[in-house]
């Protein structure tokens, strides 16, 4: 395996210290796809969106659609007062394709979990988006943890705490599902564990 193939995460996770929930994605895109600085980067990219329905009932809150890009600031300001946290379950991967499809990303290390959850107490909450992230995540846990389904989160007891994990749709456009259904299926969980 050439050293040059693998990419190490170009992001510090985002770790508000009042977190209760961690966001798992499985990797950043290659960064000419990039609009900002930070997750979920590119413009095509729904999750900004998603969250831009379900908590201000409005798809471009977060958006510059002048710039075709992101308010990054706006973004960051509201998963600190929101106590959202957000990182990615892989922190090394190759791209098999060179574009960033889950489908074409070898996980070569996946995120040290207990790192993150040290900065963030009040976490008792895990939510990854799509099954790459899911799978990754589940390297963490004992190999009979139940893996988190759409309809169904599992429970894990890890670092003395009681962890909840869901599983959500992936926010990329390549996921079959109309963004309103998405922001539908996100409002639930969101209101589910008291944020919203």
Not at 6 to 35: C, D, I, V, Y
Not at 69 to 84: C, N, Y
Not at 168 to 196: C, H, M, Q, T, V
């Amino acid at each position: 395996m050439s050293e040059s193939m693998t990419e190490t995460h170009p992001l510090h996770p985002f770790l508000p210290s009042n977190a209760r929930l961690l966001m798992l994605g499985s990797f950043p895109p290659p960064q000419n796809k990039w609009k900002m600085r930070f997750y979920y980067p590119n413009f095509q990219n729904d999750m900004w969106r998603i969250m831009g329905i379900c908590f201000f009932n409005d798809k471009n809150h977060f958006l510059d659609l002048n710039n075709k890009k992101f308010f990054q600031q706006q973004i960051e300001e509201f998963l600190t007062e929101k106590g959202i946290a957000i990182f990615d379950a892989a922190c090394e991967v190759i791209r098999l394709k060179g574009n960033a499809s889950d489908q074409f990303l070898q996980v070569v290390q996946a995120t040290d979990l207990s790192a993150l959850l040290n900065k963030i107490p009040a976490c008792h909450s895990i939510m990854t988006t799509g099954d790459k992230a899911t799978d990754t995540l589940m390297t963490n846990f004992p190999k009979d943890t139940p893996k988190p389904q759409f309809t169904a989160p599992s429970q894990v007891d890890f670092l003395d705490r009681s962890l909840s994990l869901y599983r959500l749709p992936s926010s990329s456009r390549a996921y079959p599902l109309a963004l309103e259904k998405k922001a539908e299926i996100y409002a639930d969980f969101f209101k589910n564990i008291g944020l919203l």
